[in-house]
Protein backbone atom coordinates (compact mmCIF):
# COMPACT_ATOMS: atom_id res chain seq x y z
CA UNK A 1 0.00 0.00 0.00
CA UNK A 2 1.21 3.78 -0.97
CA UNK A 3 1.79 5.68 1.92
CA UNK A 4 0.94 9.60 2.94
CA UNK A 5 3.61 11.25 4.62
CA UNK A 6 2.67 14.48 6.73
CA UNK A 7 5.08 16.61 7.55
CA UNK A 8 4.71 20.43 9.39
CA UNK A 9 5.77 23.55 8.47
CA UNK A 10 7.74 25.88 10.39
CA UNK A 11 8.31 28.90 11.27
CA UNK A 12 12.33 29.81 12.01
CA UNK A 13 12.42 32.43 15.17
CA UNK A 14 16.35 32.22 14.83
CA UNK A 15 16.95 32.83 10.84
CA UNK A 16 18.71 30.31 8.57
CA UNK A 17 19.78 32.46 6.23
CA UNK A 18 23.11 31.74 4.18
CA UNK A 19 25.05 28.63 3.28
CA UNK A 20 28.81 27.10 3.89
CA UNK A 21 28.24 24.44 1.26
CA UNK A 22 25.10 25.07 -1.45
CA UNK A 23 25.36 21.30 -2.38
CA UNK A 24 25.16 19.83 0.68
CA UNK A 25 22.70 22.30 2.19
CA UNK A 26 25.12 23.28 5.15
CA UNK A 27 24.39 26.35 6.69
CA UNK A 28 26.42 29.27 8.13
CA UNK A 29 24.92 29.38 11.43
CA UNK A 30 22.61 27.61 13.49
CA UNK A 31 19.10 28.23 13.83
CA UNK A 32 15.58 27.62 15.84
CA UNK A 33 12.17 27.24 14.72
CA UNK A 34 8.61 26.61 16.18
CA UNK A 35 6.75 23.48 14.16
CA UNK A 36 3.17 24.42 13.23
CA UNK A 37 0.01 22.96 13.65
CA UNK A 38 -2.19 24.43 10.84
CA UNK A 39 0.51 24.44 7.38
CA UNK A 40 1.33 21.12 6.75
CA UNK A 41 2.37 18.92 3.15
CA UNK A 42 1.34 15.37 2.56
CA UNK A 43 3.40 13.69 0.24
CA UNK A 44 2.86 9.89 -1.21
CA UNK A 45 5.61 8.08 -3.59
CA UNK A 46 4.87 5.39 -5.91
CA UNK A 47 6.90 3.56 -8.60
CA UNK A 48 6.13 4.56 -11.91
CA UNK A 49 7.13 4.17 -15.57
CA UNK A 50 8.41 7.64 -15.53
CA UNK A 51 9.41 10.28 -13.26
CA UNK A 52 6.26 12.53 -12.29
CA UNK A 53 5.58 15.27 -9.61
CA UNK A 54 2.15 16.72 -9.15
CA UNK A 55 1.75 19.11 -6.48
CA UNK A 56 -2.07 20.41 -5.75
CA UNK A 57 -3.31 17.98 -8.67
CA UNK A 58 -1.12 19.72 -11.39
CA UNK A 59 1.23 17.88 -13.21
CA UNK A 60 4.93 20.30 -12.20
CA UNK A 61 7.47 20.67 -14.95
CA UNK A 62 10.09 23.04 -14.78
CA UNK A 63 12.30 24.04 -12.04
CA UNK A 64 10.26 22.83 -9.25
CA UNK A 65 9.63 19.23 -11.02
CA UNK A 66 13.83 19.17 -11.29
CA UNK A 67 14.49 19.55 -7.71
CA UNK A 68 12.30 17.25 -6.18
CA UNK A 69 14.22 14.49 -8.48
CA UNK A 70 16.89 16.14 -8.16
CA UNK A 71 16.95 15.67 -4.86
CA UNK A 72 15.35 11.85 -5.35
CA UNK A 73 18.53 10.84 -7.48
CA UNK A 74 20.42 11.55 -4.10
CA UNK A 75 18.66 9.67 -2.16
CA UNK A 76 18.95 6.90 -4.59
CA UNK A 77 22.23 7.09 -4.82
CA UNK A 78 23.21 7.54 -1.10
CA UNK A 79 20.57 4.49 -0.14
CA UNK A 80 21.29 2.60 -3.17
CA UNK A 81 17.55 2.19 -4.76
CA UNK A 82 16.57 2.90 -8.20
CA UNK A 83 13.52 3.43 -10.34
CA UNK A 84 10.96 5.62 -11.79
CA UNK A 85 8.93 7.76 -9.51
CA UNK A 86 5.46 9.27 -9.38
CA UNK A 87 5.31 11.72 -6.24
CA UNK A 88 1.58 13.32 -5.54
CA UNK A 89 2.13 16.05 -2.88
CA UNK A 90 -0.46 18.32 -1.63
CA UNK A 91 0.37 21.76 0.45
CA UNK A 92 -1.68 22.79 2.82
CA UNK A 93 0.41 26.07 2.76
CA UNK A 94 0.93 28.57 0.26
CA UNK A 95 3.64 27.61 -2.02
CA UNK A 96 6.85 29.58 -2.57
CA UNK A 97 5.19 33.28 -0.75
CA UNK A 98 7.13 33.09 2.30
CA UNK A 99 5.70 31.14 4.73
CA UNK A 100 7.86 27.79 4.63
CA UNK A 101 6.58 25.32 2.33
CA UNK A 102 9.74 23.40 1.73
CA UNK A 103 10.13 23.10 5.31
CA UNK A 104 7.26 20.88 5.27
CA UNK A 105 7.60 20.12 1.52
CA UNK A 106 11.21 17.89 1.40
CA UNK A 107 10.40 16.96 5.53
CA UNK A 108 7.16 14.91 3.93
CA UNK A 109 9.75 14.02 0.44
CA UNK A 110 12.05 12.28 2.61
CA UNK A 111 10.08 10.70 5.04
CA UNK A 112 7.43 9.84 1.55
CA UNK A 113 11.26 8.27 -0.02
CA UNK A 114 11.78 6.14 3.19
CA UNK A 115 8.66 4.78 2.95
CA UNK A 116 8.29 3.62 -0.52
CA UNK A 117 11.40 2.05 -0.11
CA UNK A 118 10.84 0.58 3.27
CA UNK A 119 14.01 2.30 4.63
CA UNK A 120 14.22 2.69 8.57
CA UNK A 121 15.80 5.82 9.69
CA UNK A 122 16.09 7.53 13.15
CA UNK A 123 14.99 11.10 13.45
CA UNK A 124 18.45 12.28 13.05
CA UNK A 125 19.12 10.24 9.79
CA UNK A 126 16.07 11.48 8.51
CA UNK A 127 16.98 15.13 9.27
CA UNK A 128 20.01 14.95 7.93
CA UNK A 129 18.18 13.73 4.14
CA UNK A 130 15.55 16.11 4.61
CA UNK A 131 18.40 19.02 4.57
CA UNK A 132 19.82 18.12 1.22
CA UNK A 133 16.10 18.84 -0.55
CA UNK A 134 15.84 22.26 1.64
CA UNK A 135 17.33 23.36 4.65
CA UNK A 136 14.70 24.70 6.67
CA UNK A 137 13.01 20.75 6.55
CA UNK A 138 15.54 19.60 8.78
CA UNK A 139 13.81 20.96 11.43
CA UNK A 140 10.18 20.07 10.25
CA UNK A 141 10.80 16.19 11.37
CA UNK A 142 9.95 17.30 14.89
CA UNK A 143 7.17 18.92 16.17
CA UNK A 144 7.34 21.65 18.80
CA UNK A 145 10.42 23.67 19.11
CA UNK A 146 13.63 22.45 16.90
CA UNK A 147 17.29 23.56 16.24
CA UNK A 148 18.95 23.08 13.70
CA UNK A 149 22.96 22.62 14.79
CA UNK A 150 25.05 23.64 11.70
CA UNK A 151 27.63 21.33 12.14
CA UNK A 152 30.65 21.14 10.04
CA UNK A 153 29.73 18.57 7.51
CA UNK A 154 27.05 16.05 6.07
CA UNK A 155 26.87 13.90 8.99
CA UNK A 156 26.97 16.74 11.85
CA UNK A 157 24.34 18.64 10.39
CA UNK A 158 21.13 18.02 11.55
CA UNK A 159 17.74 19.50 13.41
CA UNK A 160 17.15 17.67 17.01
CA UNK A 161 13.92 18.65 19.23
CA UNK A 162 14.51 21.49 21.73
CA UNK A 163 11.22 20.39 23.08
CA UNK A 164 7.99 18.37 21.04
CA UNK A 165 5.77 19.29 23.57
CA UNK A 166 6.17 23.38 24.86
CA UNK A 167 3.81 24.33 27.33
CA UNK A 168 3.97 27.64 26.57
CA UNK A 169 0.98 30.01 25.39
CA UNK A 170 2.66 31.17 22.06
CA UNK A 171 0.45 31.52 18.95
CA UNK A 172 1.64 32.61 15.76
CA UNK A 173 -0.67 34.30 13.62
CA UNK A 174 -0.23 34.16 9.78
CA UNK A 175 -1.30 37.26 7.79
CA UNK A 176 -1.75 36.70 4.31
CA UNK A 177 -0.87 40.08 2.69
CA UNK A 178 0.38 38.36 -0.63
CA UNK A 179 0.21 34.50 -1.13
CA UNK A 180 1.74 34.53 -5.05
CA UNK A 181 5.09 32.97 -5.85
CA UNK A 182 7.63 35.14 -4.71
CA UNK A 183 10.16 36.54 -7.66
CA UNK A 184 13.39 35.31 -5.58
CA UNK A 185 13.63 32.24 -3.50
CA UNK A 186 14.75 31.72 -0.49
CA UNK A 187 17.79 29.94 -1.93
CA UNK A 188 18.70 32.50 -4.06
CA UNK A 189 18.06 35.22 -1.62
CA UNK A 190 20.40 33.93 1.08
CA UNK A 191 22.83 33.75 -1.57
CA UNK A 192 22.90 37.50 -2.53
CA UNK A 193 22.51 38.56 1.15
CA UNK A 194 26.12 37.41 1.75
CA UNK A 195 27.56 40.33 0.19
CA UNK A 196 25.91 43.14 2.53
CA UNK A 197 28.98 44.28 4.70
CA UNK A 198 26.64 43.18 7.26
CA UNK A 199 26.47 39.51 7.49
CA UNK A 200 29.50 38.50 8.54
CA UNK A 201 28.51 40.69 12.16
CA UNK A 202 25.17 39.49 11.84
CA UNK A 203 26.64 35.46 11.59
CA UNK A 204 28.23 36.23 15.50
CA UNK A 205 25.28 38.04 16.44
CA UNK A 206 22.83 35.04 15.31
CA UNK A 207 25.22 32.58 17.46
CA UNK A 208 24.37 34.82 20.30
CA UNK A 209 20.57 35.35 19.60
CA UNK A 210 20.50 31.60 19.36
CA UNK A 211 21.56 31.17 22.89
CA UNK A 212 19.42 33.55 24.23
CA UNK A 213 16.47 32.10 22.60
CA UNK A 214 17.27 28.54 23.81
CA UNK A 215 17.32 29.77 27.53
CA UNK A 216 14.30 32.01 26.91
CA UNK A 217 12.48 28.77 25.38
CA UNK A 218 13.54 26.70 28.13
CA UNK A 219 12.55 29.57 30.78
CA UNK A 220 9.09 30.20 28.75
CA UNK A 221 9.50 33.67 28.63
CA UNK A 222 7.07 34.91 25.82
CA UNK A 223 8.51 38.63 26.23
CA UNK A 224 12.20 37.13 25.93
CA UNK A 225 11.04 35.01 23.05
CA UNK A 226 9.10 37.75 21.15
CA UNK A 227 11.86 40.44 21.33
CA UNK A 228 15.05 38.08 20.01
CA UNK A 229 12.61 36.36 17.68
CA UNK A 230 11.62 40.54 15.94
CA UNK A 231 15.55 41.55 16.59
CA UNK A 232 16.88 38.19 14.61
CA UNK A 233 14.08 38.76 11.65
CA UNK A 234 15.04 42.47 11.26
CA UNK A 235 18.41 41.64 10.82
CA UNK A 236 17.67 39.16 8.22
CA UNK A 237 16.25 41.37 6.29
CA UNK A 238 18.34 44.55 7.11
CA UNK A 239 20.78 41.95 5.21
CA UNK A 240 18.98 42.04 2.40
CA UNK A 241 18.86 46.05 1.90
CA UNK A 242 22.28 46.21 2.47
CA UNK A 243 23.22 43.45 0.16
CA UNK A 244 24.61 44.09 -3.14
CA UNK A 245 22.65 44.68 -5.23
CA UNK A 246 20.29 45.50 -2.75
CA UNK A 247 16.88 43.60 -2.30
CA UNK A 248 14.00 43.08 -0.47
CA UNK A 249 11.29 40.73 0.42
CA UNK A 250 8.97 43.73 1.68
CA UNK A 251 6.14 45.36 0.43
CA UNK A 252 4.01 48.60 1.46
CA UNK A 253 1.32 46.62 3.44
CA UNK A 254 4.43 44.49 5.26
CA UNK A 255 5.74 48.01 6.81
CA UNK A 256 2.50 49.04 7.26
CA UNK A 257 1.85 45.56 9.15
CA UNK A 258 5.67 45.95 10.99
CA UNK A 259 4.55 49.53 12.32
CA UNK A 260 0.80 47.86 13.46
CA UNK A 261 2.92 45.46 15.77
CA UNK A 262 4.37 48.11 16.94
CA UNK A 263 1.78 50.69 17.34
CA UNK A 264 -0.70 47.23 19.16
CA UNK A 265 2.41 46.85 21.53
CA UNK A 266 2.40 50.37 22.44
CA UNK A 267 -0.93 50.30 23.48
CA UNK A 268 -0.41 47.57 25.71
CA UNK A 269 -1.31 44.41 23.27
CA UNK A 270 2.02 42.34 23.68
CA UNK A 271 2.60 41.13 20.34
CA UNK A 272 5.98 40.55 17.84
CA UNK A 273 6.43 39.68 14.32
CA UNK A 274 8.90 37.64 12.21
CA UNK A 275 9.32 37.81 8.45
CA UNK A 276 10.63 35.04 6.37
CA UNK A 277 11.22 35.30 2.26
CA UNK A 278 8.43 36.41 1.32
CA UNK A 279 6.19 39.54 1.86
CA UNK A 280 3.63 37.82 4.53
CA UNK A 281 4.36 38.71 8.34
CA UNK A 282 3.73 36.16 11.35
CA UNK A 283 2.74 37.67 14.48
CA UNK A 284 3.47 36.08 17.53
CA UNK A 285 1.02 36.37 20.89
CA UNK A 286 -0.94 34.91 23.61
CA UNK A 287 -4.15 33.49 23.20
CA UNK A 288 -5.66 36.51 25.39
CA UNK A 289 -4.47 39.47 22.37
CA UNK A 290 -5.71 37.04 19.46
CA UNK A 291 -9.01 38.50 18.72
CA UNK A 292 -7.89 41.83 19.25
CA UNK A 293 -4.73 41.97 16.98
CA UNK A 294 -6.62 39.80 14.16
CA UNK A 295 -9.55 42.18 14.27
CA UNK A 296 -7.29 45.25 14.01
CA UNK A 297 -5.26 43.28 10.87
CA UNK A 298 -9.16 42.56 9.47
CA UNK A 299 -10.11 46.41 9.52
CA UNK A 300 -7.04 47.61 8.18
CA UNK A 301 -6.31 45.32 5.14
CA UNK A 302 -8.48 44.38 2.72
CA UNK A 303 -9.49 40.27 1.70
CA UNK A 304 -6.35 39.62 4.10
CA UNK A 305 -6.23 36.40 5.66
CA UNK A 306 -5.10 35.61 9.15
CA UNK A 307 -4.79 31.83 10.41
CA UNK A 308 -3.95 31.40 14.00
CA UNK A 309 -1.42 28.16 14.37
CA UNK A 310 0.17 27.25 17.57
CA UNK A 311 2.91 24.08 17.96
CA UNK A 312 1.73 21.21 15.66
CA UNK A 313 3.54 17.70 15.35
CA UNK A 314 6.00 15.89 14.11
CA UNK A 315 6.31 13.40 10.75
CA UNK A 316 3.75 11.22 10.79
CA UNK A 317 2.34 8.12 8.85
CA UNK A 318 -1.19 9.19 7.51
CA UNK A 319 -1.89 5.28 6.56
P1 LIG B 1 9.02 28.95 0.82
O1 LIG B 1 9.09 30.28 1.50
O2 LIG B 1 7.61 28.59 0.46
O3 LIG B 1 9.71 27.87 1.60
P2 LIG B 1 11.18 28.49 -1.08
O4 LIG B 1 11.74 29.39 -2.12
O5 LIG B 1 12.07 28.14 0.05
O6 LIG B 1 9.82 29.16 -0.54
O7 LIG B 1 10.72 27.11 -1.68
C1 LIG B 1 9.65 27.04 -2.58
C2 LIG B 1 9.92 25.88 -3.52
O8 LIG B 1 9.81 24.64 -2.80
C3 LIG B 1 8.89 25.77 -4.62
O9 LIG B 1 9.17 26.66 -5.67
C4 LIG B 1 9.06 24.31 -5.01
O10 LIG B 1 10.21 24.15 -5.83
C5 LIG B 1 9.35 23.64 -3.69
N1 LIG B 1 8.12 23.04 -3.12
C6 LIG B 1 7.10 23.65 -2.46
N2 LIG B 1 6.16 22.77 -2.10
C7 LIG B 1 6.56 21.57 -2.55
C8 LIG B 1 6.02 20.23 -2.44
N3 LIG B 1 4.88 20.00 -1.79
N4 LIG B 1 6.74 19.22 -2.96
C9 LIG B 1 7.94 19.45 -3.56
N5 LIG B 1 8.50 20.68 -3.69
C10 LIG B 1 7.82 21.72 -3.18
C1 LIG C 1 13.96 32.80 5.74
O1 LIG C 1 15.21 26.33 3.77
O2 LIG C 1 13.82 27.60 2.12
O3 LIG C 1 12.71 30.80 5.95
O4 LIG C 1 17.83 25.49 1.89
O5 LIG C 1 17.77 26.98 -0.08
O6 LIG C 1 15.83 25.49 0.41
P1 LIG C 1 16.97 26.29 0.97
O7 LIG C 1 16.29 27.47 1.79
P2 LIG C 1 15.09 27.46 2.84
O8 LIG C 1 15.41 28.82 3.62
C2 LIG C 1 14.64 29.24 4.69
C3 LIG C 1 14.91 30.67 4.97
C4 LIG C 1 14.02 31.31 6.01
C5 LIG C 1 14.59 31.13 7.42
C6 LIG C 1 14.49 29.75 8.02
O9 LIG C 1 13.55 29.01 7.76
O10 LIG C 1 15.39 29.44 8.85
CO1 LIG D 1 11.77 27.64 2.01
Not at 104 to 121: D, E, K, P
Request: a positive charge; hydrophobic letters at 40%; aromatic letters at 10%.
Amino acid sequence: MVKTIRAHTNIALIKYWGKADSHLRLPLMSSLSMTLDQFYTDTQISASDEDCFVLNGIRQKGASAQRVFSFLKVLQQRFGVTGHLLVESTNNVPTAAGLASSSSAFAALAGAFCAHYNIQLTPIELSRIARLGSGSACRSIYGGFSVWQKGTDDKSSYAYALDENPQIDLQLLAVELNTKQKRISSTAGMKMAQSSPFFQPWLLRNQQELEQMISAVKAQDFTAIGNLAELNATEMHAVNLTARPSFTYFEPATIKAIKMVSELRQNGIECYFTIDAGPNIKILSQLKNVKDITNKFVTEFENVKIINASFGPGISYLN
